[in-house]
């Protein structure tokens, strides 16, 4: 959703250059001889998908703006602070204007909307809504929980989460805390909208062979989809855009200092949210895909092995899940990638390899046969990827991981990743 005209004029200029990269298009490709018709339909299909949300989003702001478009009602707290945002704009409120109307910064009005108002208290939305003119009623239901021990903190690695500062609005020591477990934990899951979370948990495909901490997991997992759904300003997802270039473009970036830095705009680009997430105990996970609510795809890494080998496995291998294998039938996908492969698994497994080193490559590559560090840097610079690819695709293979150890990137991953990783 475009909020502000910065937004709006951003939007605008993406809208000129995929009009001119459609134009391009169609002026050189269409009906050429090299070019086979499969790959210029999809082409043409993602361009004018992309094409098409940008200008719905115009519109809507520009209808906004103009009063043609009036609030609906909401049906949930949840929805409060997108309708919030929308009556600002309905209002003719700059962020700036309503900050000063309120007695507060701009930058504290455009914190608010970006994380959907995520950290604001109940008597700041109740302002907020009474200066745009918004009023606020509605029904409480009461029903009694049927099962209590979803929120019985001694299942949960509770301490953990309290030190990783889960509880974003609770101000209270750890014994504080403790005490008010329940109302934490329920607005944990009521963050990640519990009703579907227990739906997608009946779904999910966990590839672990052992014994995992349910608990541990679902509350990784309720913090993943909070944090995915407070990513802002992402595309809509268009599945079409992983193309085969797509992914060597990104498998390049592990040959950059800064890879791992641009990892994230990349696949933000196609509308592919990327949460780093550490593990908690009793887990044992490598990443997930999930699907959000609104489907967008998720892919979440727990950087539990820091190596850059890995974390490049691991992000394919969860991406290879996206293209392939979320659905509305299978929306989560925990994987455990120290454990055997099958089916889906399997599958993700060999798109993933064969996208980080072309299969045909690396069967007549003499690097699996004279593997030393010259051969493996000299293979990984004609290939344009990082050693630790080709490094880690042999010890994966041959089962030595004591071999080219200084060349598989440890200790580089966490610590690129260190604001999200180290809470």
Do not use: C
């Not at 062979?209 to 989809?225: G, H, Q």
């Amino acid at each position: 959703m475009i909020t502000n005209d910065r937004q709006y004029k951003i939007v605008k200029s993406q809208i000129e250059q995929f009009q001119q990269s459609l134009d391009e298009l169609l002026k050189n490709t269409e009906g050429a001889s090299n070019v086979h018709p499969k790959i210029f339909e999809a082409s043409r299909n993602a361009i004018i998908s992309q094409l098409r949300q940008l200008n719905e989003m115009v519109t809507e702001y520009e209808s906004l703006k103009s009063g043609e478009v009036l609030v609906t009602p909401i049906n949930s707290l949840t929805e409060l602070p997108l309708a919030l945002i929308k009556a600002r704009i309905v209002n003719g409120l700059t962020q700036a204007e309503l900050a000063e109307k309120l007695g507060l910064k701009m930058q504290q009005i455009q914190r608010y909307e970006s994380e959907r108002y995520e950290t604001a208290s109940l008597k700041t939305l109740e302002k907020i809504a009474s200066q745009l003119g918004i009023v606020l009623h509605g029904d409480v239901q009461l029903a009694a929980t049927n099962n209590k021990e979803s929120l019985d903190v001694s299942k949960y690695p509770f301490k953990e989460m309290f030190k990783r500062k889960w509880f974003t609005d609770f101000t209270g020591d750890l014994n504080a805390a403790l005490k008010n477990s329940a109302t934490l934990l329920h607005w944990l899951f009521d963050q990640a909208n519990l009703d579907s979370l227990q739906l997608n948990l009946n779904r999910q495909t966990l590839r672990t062979n052992k014994e995992i901490d349910s608990f541990a997991l679902k509350a990784w997992y309720a913090r993943v989809l909070i944090k995915a759904v407070h990513q802002n300003d992402i595309p809509p997802f268009n599945q079409e855009s992983m193309t085969e270039d797509w992914f060597s473009g990104l498998v390049k970036l592990s040959s950059f200092v800064d890879g791992l830095q641009r990892v994230t705009d990349y696949v933000n680009e196609v509308g592919i949210r990327l949460i780093i997430e550490e593990q908690l105990p009793g887990t044992k996970l490598d990443g997930a895909a999930l699907l959000v609510a609104n489907q967008s795809p998720v892919v979440a890494l727990t950087l539990r092995y820091d190596r850059l080998d890995n974390f490049w496995f691991v992000l394919f291998h969860e991406l290879a899940h996206v293209r392939l294998h979320l659905s509305q039938h299978a929306p989560v996908i925990f994987d455990d990638l120290d454990t055997d492969a099958k089916g889906i698994e399997e599958e993700a497994d060999k798109f993933a390899l064969n996208l980080l080193i072309p299969n045909d490559v690396w069967r007549k590559s003499l690097v699996r046969f004279s593997p030393s560090e010259e051969t493996v840097q000299n293979q990984a610079a004609e290939l344009g990827i990082s050693p630790a690819l080709v490094a880690g695709r042999i010890r994966r293979e041959t089962g030595k991981y004591h071999l080219l150890t200084n060349l598989v990137g440890s200790g580089e991953v966490r610590k690129a990743f260190e604001n999200d990783y180290y809470h």
